[in-house]
């Protein structure tokens, strides 16, 4: 087993790195996060050991480039207050996305952060407790609230 | 929303195919400027079939014929190389024009910078040796290994061309045998034939 091309990592992980850029700093800046996650996995590329769980890799890079951000904003929750005059957001389809990154965007943190990478990123509760520096039961449940929540605020006929 | 399955499909709903590809182009673009692009490639299409061309930013470092499987090339530039390999046309323009001009019989000398650190040793100086078959003519192995100082090593001079990176470029297509046939080819011996034709052509 050796590492393989850059460019199959980019193919089979750009789109899950974007929705988790999506889901942690607002589809407005989320562009920005997903170079920056892409061109600093790139840079280390050469040196991840070979045996690397990829996926799994990048999203940790998109989380440490997120609390970059997010620190250099000085605020919290996500900035999402110019959104819907975005134009690089004009899709000619209904875009029923905008109010689910509204609503994740509106989770605790905590919640935010356990549905994002357990659920959209799909990593195993194991590892998303490694990202966070918490423990399993924590994340866990932080996720069931976070899903419970978004329940709450997406209405049931935007579901496809 | 119900279920984890739900979000799912939400975010799925939205296609993101132009955004990716624009994304990609920006990370190529940044790769270069920032000096982490190791290996750019592209495909071309030419009379002996779509090539794989990869340039480090030394120079032309691989070209590919369909036979050898482009995974096997990537794979080989990953290992041998580096693993920072990037579909970027950008830096394969210059050869894709003198290769174009070479098939419209406009060119009969490629100016390209080269990259030869795939071959090695005794192959390289083989290399080296090719580039002096002028355009339309042919050299035999023997002629070639006799060049190198090698007038033994014919065998060598074949496996050297067998392995040359960097073909068509690097004119191992002008190498025959001594008895007029055309020995082997790592494009196939149509391409090869096509290749002499090509270049016999008044």
Redesign the interface.
Same mark, same amino acid.
């Given at each position: 087993m050796? *590492?393989?091309?850059?460019? +199959?990592v980019?193919l089979d992980h /750009? +789109?899950v790195v974007?929705?988790v850029c999506r889901a942690l700093v607002g589809p407005h800046d989320a562009?920005d996060a997903?170079?920056e996650t892409? %061109?600093a996995a @790139?840079?280390a590329?050469?040196r991840l050991r070979d045996d690397s769980y990829i996926r799994g890799w990048l999203v940790t890079i998109a989380h440490r480039k997120a609390i970059d951000r997010l620190r250099a904003a000085q605020r919290a929750p996500i900035p999402i207050g110019t959104l819907p005059n975005d134009p690089s957001l004009d899709?000619s #389809?209904p875009?029923?996305?905008l109010d @689910?990154w509204h609503s994740i965007a509106e989770l605790p943190v905590a919640q935010r952060s356990a549905?994002v990478y357990h659920? =959209?990123a799909d990593l195993p509760y194991a590892q998303v407790a490694k990202m966070l520096d918490r423990n399993e039961p924590a994340v866990r449940r932080a996720a069931a609230d976070g =899903?419970a929540k *978004?329940?709450t605020t =997406?209405r049931?006929e935007? =579901?496809? | 929303?119900?279920t984890?399955e739900?979000?799912?499909?939400?975010?799925n +709903?939205?296609d993101?195919t132009a955004? @990716?590809n624009r994304?990609?182009t920006? %990370?190529t673009k940044? #790769?270069a400027t920032?000096n %982490?692009l190791d290996?750019a490639?592209r495909m071309l299409d030419t009379p002996v079939g779509t090539l794989l061309l990869a340039a480090t930013p030394i120079g032309l470092v691989r070209v590919a014929f369909p036979v050898e499987g482009y995974d096997h090339v @990537?794979?080989q *530039?990953?290992?041998r190389v /580096?693993?920072?390999?990037?579909?970027a046309p950008a830096r394969l323009d210059p050869a894709v024009r003198e290769i174009e001009a070479y098939f419209a019989r406009h060119r009969q000398r490629f100016d390209l910078p080269l990259d030869l650190q795939l071959a090695h040793g005794f192959r390289r100086t083989v290399l080296e040796h090719l580039s002096d078959i002028a355009y339309g003519t042919t050299a035999t192995y023997a002629t070639i290994a006799t060049a190198t100082g090698n007038p033994k090593a014919v065998r060598a001079v074949g496996s050297a061309c067998a392995t040359n990176p960097l073909p068509l470029v690097v004119p191992c297509h002008r190498v025959i045998r001594s008895d007029g046939s055309l020995g082997g080819y790592a494009g196939g011996m149509d391409a090869k034939q096509l290749l002499l034709h090509l270049e016999a052509a008044p």
């Open positions: 050796s *590492l393989p091309p850059f460019e +199959q980019v /750009s +789109q974007l929705h562009e997903w170079s892409f %061109l @790139l840079t590329y050469p899709r #389809a875009d029923r996305s @689910l549905v659920y =959209i =899903i *978004l329940r =997406i049931r935007d =579901i496809p | 929303m119900t984890p739900d979000l799912r499909n939400l975010l +709903q939205q993101d955004t @990716l994304l990609h920006r %990370l940044q #790769a920032e %982490l290996v490639y @990537l794979t *530039l990953t290992e /580096s693993p920072r390999v990037l579909f």
